[in-house]
Nanobody
Framework: VQLQASGGGLVQAGGSLRLSCAVSGRTFSNYAMGWFRQAPGKEREFVAAISGSGFSTYYAGSAKGRFTISRDNAKNTVYLQMNSLKPEDTAVYYC????????????????????WGQGTLVTVSS
C-alpha cells in the first residue's frame, strides 16, 4: 500500500486548506484512514480518522468543529478539509492506513496504522 499526501501550503489564519491522500495497492475500502500531524519540536499527534465505509469519523478535540475528514472510495482518496486555520495548526500532516477493525476511537492511536504517507507541510501565518 502506498500513500501520497498533497494539498499543503501557506495560508493566513482564518483560511482554509483541503488535504488529499491518494492510496494505491489494495482495496481501499478495506482500510480505515487517519490524519496525524507533527509540529516542529513536538510529537506526532492524532487529528482525525474515518472508517473504511466512511460512515464513522473521529476527531481530536483541536480539530472538532473546524476540520472534516471524508473519503471517496471510488477514487481511493481520503480528504481533510481544514477551516478556520490557526497558527498552532502549523505542522507536517501525515495520512495513514490500517486494516484494524476495532472501535473508531482506537484509530487515534498511531500504533494501529500499518502504512504512512510522506507528509505535506501546512503553514498558517498570523
Amino acid at each position: 500500500v502506498q500513500l501520497q499526501a498533497s494539498g499543503g501550503g501557506l495560508v493566513q489564519a482564518g483560511g482554509s486548506l483541503r488535504l488529499s491522500c491518494a492510496v494505491s495497492g489494495r482495496t481501499f475500502s478495506n482500510y480505515a484512514m487517519g490524519w496525524f500531524r507533527q509540529a516542529p519540536g513536538k510529537e506526532r499527534e492524532f487529528v482525525a480518522a474515518i472508517s473504511g465505509s466512511g460512515f464513522s469519523t473521529y476527531y481530536a478535540g483541536s480539530a472538532k468543529g473546524r476540520f472534516t475528514i471524508s473519503r471517496d472510495n471510488a477514487k481511493n482518496t481520503v480528504y481533510l478539509q481544514m477551516n478556520s486555520l490557526k497558527p498552532e495548526d502549523t505542522a507536517v500532516y501525515y495520512c495513514a492506513a490500517t486494516r484494524f477493525g476495532g472501535s473508531i476511537a482506537t484509530l487515534s492511536v498511531s500504533g494501529v496504522y500499518d502504512y504512512w504517507g510522506q507528509g505535506t507541510l501546512v503553514t498558517v501565518s498570523s
